[in-house]
């Protein structure tokens, strides 16, 4: 499963995610991360089984969890398949189908907003 | 074998009509061959969908109590043409909203499609005949006397493909083109395209009954640009006729508003040549990837590429396989190969023949201009220093010659740039030591022969005031600064 964590500035300086790791035992793969002094984003994959357990542990830590089960939002009216997007996107998560038509593939995709910014007739969004 | 328009037109009140997608009749020749396919098909119905900016729709408003002889005009505060009869106007899609970001005229377009209404605003002078002076109204389709979609320029028969040589992110109307030739964008449908089907404007001509977002409409001649083999098409139709899923607002990020328009014109299959024609493939149909990344009028050619490469989702550069885009959609061409099909096979849409032929020949010219003014007419002489200057040194040296720009130089090249305020900063902080420690590395520059105002734009981009003038080997031969480029643009 994918968790989107965001931090505040406290929890920034903290060293969460190896506490999570060690307390859960379980292997965190981080995605994308984007860490300022401040405050920060990381977007990790974990095993669905230990999920929950990785949830708590960074809850407790003041972590903000957000669960994410879907890719980038595309709104069917607006898309018109032009596929601006789908040399965008780093992880390849958006492709033509047989029909030509635009997809997203959920597994792969980051949520990083790359296509979102360059969709032209503003039918992307991200779901957070 | 040869048929006539009439003949096939008189297979269409019939019933009995053969048609088929520009898609199909690719297979249909290669296994029949040309002269026995044009005995069993009479129309090949093409296809395009993608954004064409030089789109736009003409209106007349009918007469306000008292009336007004529109000055300005504008519609949901995008502004259009009105420099024409007093309530006639013409609202371009690429016109942006004066009010609302990322808006444009395509947005007003699409909403009136869409049987929204809009507020329509205008100004005047106020004349004896037409005394008003202002107005401000909502208006529907349903309300205009007319609204004539009219576009210049549409269909472009084939499109140079899009890349980016540079290190930075370009937001451009061929999309957004990544660093470093990070990807590939393209325009225009291949082998489906209305131009490529017929590339002798044999059967595409002035006159031509089209299927235009969803309407009827019609050719009126060749676009503006029309450059064989990248013709184009000047089109009209009637807006209140049009459908809403056959056209799409659009706004590409950076670069501004423009509208996806929907173009479906029937190919009729005369004889065995326009069936040859009609099977054309996408790897006999060519193209350039030129570089964006060189902000001039002939950017350079990076290679030639045909459709079948583009539309396989990857390119080769410079021995990297790098990922495309199309920015035209095939799944919405394709539809609207389909739909012209059923329209033609139901009896709902006759074929015409050309009033008049459009030109085969063609060029594009660029534009006459009185001259180029390039960065050497304006730059004046660098004073450079050595990065082994001490900070204090360089501070004299700026003082002396009354200058807030020393580029640094090691070796006859350029290596870092420093400025009034780097000094300035130094000192705040009590900082001794030489010019290196100090000095901006990743250097901003420009050529001799760079146009004056892509030197402008380098430095608004970067929020800069000089750029070192170099040689092809980093060699210093000059600085340009904001105050001289204004200076020229105040003369």
């Known amino acids: ?128 | 074998m040869v048929k006539t328009i009439e003949e096939i037109n008189q297979k269409i009140r019939e019933g009995n009509v053969v048609v088929v997608t520009a898609a199909e009749m690719k297979e249909i020749v290669e296994e029949l061959g040309a002269e026995k396919a044009a005995k069993e098909v009479d129309v090949v119905t093409t296809g395009t969908f993608g954004a064409m900016c030089s789109s736009g729709a003409f209106f007349n408003f009918g007469h306000s109590d008292p009336p007004i002889k529109m000055q300005r005009v504008w519609m949901n505060d995008v502004e259009a043409y009105t420099g024409i009869a007093a309530v006639d106007a013409y609202l371009g899609a690429a016109q942006l909203s004066e009010t609302v970001e990322e808006y444009g005229g395509s947005h007003v377009i699409e909403e009136l499609v869409k049987g929204r209404e809009v507020e329509l605003r205008a100004t005047a002078y106020g004349t004896d005949c037409y005394p008003r002076k202002e107005i401000v109204t909502e208006i529907s389709l349903e309300d205009v006397n007319q609204a004539v979609m009219l576009n210049p320029r549409n269909a472009y028969q084939r499109y140079n493909a899009a890349t980016n040589s540079s290190d930075r992110l370009l937001r451009t109307y061929m999309g957004t083109l990544l660093p470093n030739f990070g990807n590939v964008t393209f325009a225009g449908t291949g082998e489906i395209s209305p131009l490529n089907n017929d590339p002798e404007y044999r059967t595409i001509g002035v006159g031509t009954r089209i299927f235009l977002c969803g309407a009827k409409g019609y050719v009126i001649g060749e676009g503006t640009q029309h450059a064989p083999p990248y013709g184009t098409l000047m089109v009209k139709g009637n807006l209140k006729e049009m459908k809403p899923e056959y056209m799409k607002a659009a706004f590409f990020p950076g670069y501004g508003a423009t509208l996806f328009v929907g173009i479906g014109i029937p190919i009729p299959i005369l004889d065995a040549d326009m069936a040859r024609f009609t099977a054309v493939r996408n790897s006999q149909i060519e193209t350039k990837i030129i570089d964006f990344g060189v902000a001039r009028r002939d950017r350079p050619v990076v290679r030639k590429v045909t459709y079948e490469e583009l539309i396989s989702g990857k390119v080769e550069i410079n021995g990297e396989e790098v990922r495309v885009s199309p920015l035209s959609s095939f799944y919405m061409a394709e539809k609207i190969m389909k739909e012209l099909k059923r329209e033609i096979g139901r009896g709902e849409f006759f074929l015409t023949a050309p009033v008049d032929r459009i030109p085969t020949k063609g060029v594009f010219k660029p534009m006459r201009q009185k001259e180029i003014k390039v960065v050497k007419s304006v730059m004046v002489e660098a004073h450079t220093i050595s990065p082994d200057t001490t900070i204090e040194e360089a501070a004299r040296i700026m003082i002396d010659k009354g200058i807030n720009h020393l580029p640094v130089v090691e070796k006859d090249v350029l290596v870092g740039i420093i400025t009034s305020w780097d000094i300035a900063k130094a000192v705040a902080r009590k900082r001794k030591g030489v010019i290196r420690e100090i000095m901006t590395r990743k250097v901003i520059y420009t050529h001799p022969d760079e146009p004056v105002e892509v030197a402008a734009r380098k430095m608004e981009k970067n929020d800069i005031s000089a750029l070192p003038v170099v040689d092809s080997r980093k060699k210093v031969l000059g600085i340009v600064t904001s105050e001289d480029l204004s200076r020229l643009i105040a003369r």
């Not at chain 1, 189908?97 to 032209?120: Q, S, T, W, Y």
Request: hydrophobic share 40%; glycine share 6%; proline share 3%.
């Open chain 1, 1 to 128: 499963m994918k968790l989107l964590l965001r931090f505040d500035s406290k929890t920034v300086k903290e060293p969460v995610l190896s506490k999570a790791t060690l307390k859960t035992g379980t292997l965190i793969n981080i995605l994308r991360a984007s860490v300022g002094a401040r405050r920060g984003e990381i977007l990790i994959e974990v095993d669905d089984k230990k999920a929950k357990e990785v949830e708590d542990i960074l809850k407790k830590q003041g972590v903000e969890v957000f669960e994410l089960l879907e890719a980038v939002q595309k709104d069917e009216e607006r898309c018109v398949h032009c596929g601006a997007c789908v040399s965008i996107c780093p992880t390849e998560a958006i492709t033509f189908n047989g029909e030509k038509r635009v997809i997203l593939d959920a597994e792969r995709c980051v949520h990083c907003g790359a296509c979102v910014k360059v969709c032209p007739t503003r039918a992307l969004s991200l779901p957070l």
